[in-house]
């Protein structure tokens, strides 16, 4: 864990391994706790939020206007633009990342990555370390986002309109489509939004209806500490240290519809080993 500021908008990483063996999510080790260290005041954050809010802005729309313009090169280079994007605002707000298991996140082929939900964060940390061939499933909500909607638009992303369940059906297999032709990464929060209660929520379908569709591998990503820097509803980011834990894959080739919930509620399993349940449920705990 780093104790230092970072220095410049790549250098807000601290690349640590997990301790682990070759079983896959079920061999690690879920006793490596964490206990976010004292977080920063409110001045700093206070004073870069107006830097961040333009950046976030004009950077995605200059991303949009590439996608429009020059598409191929864009495609080749999204990664690297997208992790510019988020990482810049981390260095400003002294958010540093103690991040374990890269090797899962730079893991190529077709692949869905799924992530807890905590705050408007997420949208940075997310950004700052999006794994290769990235495609986001987002709330059609997001469009109308200055900059950022307008960028998820022109990059082809996939929007999923929660209010029509016959749409949103659409364009998960529109995205299952995508995934195995392109082959991307799929980026999606099981939650669906962020919780009101803090805690871990129920699990949405949708990932894992792509995820039988396609066979494609479902890799774990566990951020923590993000509710101490930036709560549910607040537009400032404290300086202090998130952790994120990228789990091993959870092999799907064998996974049926019949089955689903099965599958939802073990793979939820995986996620209570290193996060609370919500608070609002008060009947699941962490094994």
Known sequence: ???????????????????????????????????????GGAVRAVLVVPIILIWAVLGATLIAILSLVLRGWTRRNLQALVRVWGRFPLFLAGVRVDLHGEEHLSASGPKIHLFNHV????????????????????????????????????MGMIEIDRDDPERAIESLSHAGERLET????????????????????????????????TGA?????????????????????????????????????????????????????VFLRYLPPEEASGTDSPS
């Open 1 to 39: 864990m780093t104790s230092s500021l970072p220095t410049g908008p790549l250098d807000c990483v601290n690349h640590t391994q997990p301790n682990q063996t070759d079983e896959g999510a079920e061999g690690l080790d879920p006793s490596e706790s964490f206990t976010p260290p004292r977080h």
């Open 119 to 154: 705050s408007t964060l997420d949208l940075f940390l997310c950004a700052a370390y999006v794994p290769p061939a990235p495609c986001v499933a987002y709330k059609k909500e997001f469009r109308r986002i200055p900059g950022i909607g307008w960028a998820l638009v022109a």
């Open 217 to 269: 591998p479902v890799y774990p990503t566990i951020w923590r500490g993000i509710e101490n820097l930036s709560p549910m509803g607040s537009w400032l980011i404290r300086s202090g240290t998130v952790r994120v834990d990228c789990l091993p894959p959870i092999d799907t080739s064998e996974w049926k519809t019949e089955t689903i919930d099965e599958h939802v509620n073990a793979t939820r399993a």
């Open 182 to 213: 392109e082959r991307l990464t799929l980026m999606m929060a099981p939650e669906g939004t962020r919780s009101r209660f803090g805690g871990l929520q129920e699990f949405k379908k949708g990932p894992f209806h792509v995820a039988i569709a």
